[in-house]
């Protein structure tokens, strides 16, 4: 299986300010149609998750433009540029392109 | 707007069987098909198995293969998800999600196995 690291594991944001987060994968994530298939996912407590970001970039419908992807092979990073209240809670990265879809070990994000 | 309702928490005893649900609405049914994902408190989430629902060709995750089996009803636009053999260990919170994607889920369903 694909192995998925994210890092840092925790953070602490001041409403405003950015965040990142790292997701390295254990094998390149490009599939043979040429697509990458890393996906980020945002949990908040007793919720499931919500899709924000997939095929490493694009944004899903009604996820706020502070959210954005990048990255290539086997190393992917999220960014919120501008932190808010509401973006509290778990961010997961996900793999799709290896089967079985795997899943990093999870980043809690907290507000200040 | 595209909904997946799950069937509400089960509480089961090891060895037992349980049968969740996952109603689609808000789109035609065989657009999409139907993932499981299972989270154990705590843990990341955890692909179990994937349904057509053209079809009903399905795709089990090795760890499942033998427990698991998903069917479909087209006429309720339903999705069932059985699992077998229950451990305490299956007790989590069982997701149903659109296709590989995943980008739509259902509420979730609670899974207690304890004795």
């Known amino acids: 299986e694909v192995v998925l690291t994210q890092s840092p594991l925790s953070l602490r944001v001041t409403p405003g300010q950015a965040a990142s987060i790292s997701c390295r994968s254990s094998r390149s994530l490009v599939y043979r149609d040429g697509n990458t298939y890393l996906t980020w996912f945002h949990q908040r407590p007793g919720q499931s998750p919500r899709r924000l970001i997939y095929k490493v970039s694009d944004r899903d419908s009604g996820v706020p433009d502070r959210f954005s992807g990048r990255g290539s092979d086997s190393a992917f990073t999220l960014r919120i540029s501008r932190v808010e209240a509401e973006d509290a809670g778990v961010y997961y990265c996900m793999q799709g392109t290896h089967w079985p879809e795997t899943y990093g070990q999870g980043t809690k994000l907290e507000i200040k | 707007q595209v909904q997946l309702v799950q069937s509400g928490s089960e509480l089961k005893k090891p060895g037992a069987s349980v049968k969740v649900s996952c109603k689609a609405s808000?789109?035609?049914?065989?657009?999409?098909?139907v993932s499981w994902l299972r989270q154990a408190p705590g843990q990341r989430p955890e692909w179990m198995a994937w349904?057509?629902?053209?079809?009903?060709?399905?795709t089990y995750a090795e760890k499942f293969q033998d427990r698991v089996t998903m069917t479909t009803d087209t006429s309720t636009s339903t999705v069932y998800m059985e699992l077998r053999r229950l451990r305490s260990d299956d007790t989590a919170v069982y997701y149903c999600?659109?296709?590989?994607?995943?980008?739509?889920w259902g509420q979730g369903t609670l899974v207690t196995v304890s004795s």
């Open positions: 999600a659109t296709d590989r994607g995943h980008e739509f």
């Open positions: 349904i057509s629902t053209n079809d009903g060709d399905t």
């Open positions: 808000g789109y035609t049914f065989n657009t999409y098909g």
